[in-house]
């Protein structure tokens, strides 16, 4: 299974091009193998990305902006979703493969982590008082 980012090498958009590389940096940096097709200088890109996001994911005027990302012929998401998957710690997932030996997942959950921060609230106070 080969991951497909669907790109504009000449957007005039700063901010795309930073949402560009920011996929493809972090898909190197996991080593996941990777396809870029340019829908700027390749019509037969740009058609089969348009043809290829699902309706409810285009925006309001029906045309995607890229990063647009597949598994093969399976729409992933866009920029925000993968966004949303790297924060999450759920790429792999995201991009419908499985994760490598070793991956851990994240820990726990946002619950457990704010239990957490409050503990160590609470110590803090614990060691103020001692004072």
Known sequence: ???????ASS???TA??????DVLGFLEALKIEYASLDIASNEEN????????PGDKKPSNGIPLPPQIFNEEN????????FDAKEDNVVYEFLGLTPPPGFKKAAFSEQEAQEGEDEDYDK?????EED
């Open 75 to 82: 729409y992933c998401g866009d920029y925000d979703t993968f």
């Open 124 to 128: 803090e106070g614990e060691e103020g």
């Open 16 to 21: 795309i091009k930073k949402k560009q590389q």
């Open 11 to 13: 957007s005039g958009s």
């Open 46 to 53: 740009r058609m089969w990305m348009r043809e290829n996001v």
């Open 1 to 7: 299974m080969v991951i497909k980012v669907f790109l």
